[in-house]
């Protein structure tokens, strides 16, 4: 049987992020999940404890969240959800933010740069039971000096064009992309960035080093 064959039908999911910006690409993409049900939002450790919420299947829990860190509040969380798998989610790939994810007793790691195709392979994972941490934490993320954030080639793509002022709708054309698909990239970036719009991302890309020829083309 395969792990899909095998991940409960109809999951409740809860996702725990900060940015809504984020936990809404995050949703955009994990209810096209077949196994995905009901899906709960929470921005901060307390407002998930709040919930208390014994039918919840699976947490995608943020690492960096205001007040209590997603490691640090992992117990409280489980025992508010007391059945639920618990992923830690961060924009850090680095092998100790792993290992500490596996120290604190979570499920499974997935970073932010994640794409669609391996966000929904670990909910799979997680839902079937079995652990979800990556093999190499740096396969697919691309990065630009020791403190640049994590991102994908199309996440680049996305920020070179979206820097140059071009709505998603152009964007998603330009890529061959759907617009929901540039949402979520632009989504991802933003909380990688830690910004919550174009101009601020293009002065965080800038300032990272992030800049691609595309972002220096008048055209």
């Known amino acids: ?13 809860l996702l725990v992020d900060d940015h809504a910006l ?5 949703r955009l993409i994990v209810q ?20 208390q919420r014994a039918d919840i299947d699976l947490v995608l829990l943020d690492i960096q969240l205001p007040g209590m860190s997603g490691l640090d509040g992992l117990r409280l969380v489980r025992q508010a959800c007391p059945q639920a798998r618990i992923v830690l989610v961060s924009a850090s790939v680095a ?31 997680a839902l079937s039971g079995q652990p979800c941490f990556p093999i190499n934490s740096g396969n697919s ?6 403190d640049a954030p994590s991102l994908t080639a199309r996440q680049l793509d996305v920020l070179s064009l979206l820097c140059t002022g071009k709505p998603n709708k152009v964007i998603a054309r330009d890529l061959g992309l759907s617009e929901n ?12 960035l830690g910004v919550n719009s174009r101009s601020a991302a293009l002065l965080a890309a800038q300032r ?12």
Not at 141 to 146: F, I, K, S
Request: with cysteine; hydrophobic share 45%; glycine share 8%.
């Open 1 to 13: 049987m395969s792990a899909l064959q095998s991940a409960r039908p109809n999951a409740r999911l």
């Open 32 to 51: 096209d999940h077949p196994s995905v049900g009901a899906i709960a939002e929470a921005g901060s450790i307390a407002d998930a404890c709040a919930l």
């Open 181 to 192: 698909t540039v949402r979520v990239h632009v989504a991802a970036i933003f909380a990688q």
């Open 208 to 219: 990272l080093g992030l800049s691609t020829p595309q972002l220096h083309d008048p055209l």
């Open 22 to 26: 984020f936990r809404t690409g995050l």
């Open 95 to 125: 092998p100790d933010a792993v290992h500490e994810a596996r120290a604190r007793g979570a499920d499974g790691f997935l970073p932010k740069s994640a794409n669609a195709e391996d966000i929904l392979e670990a909910i799979t994972c």
């Open 141 to 146: 993320a691309t990065t630009r000096g020791p």
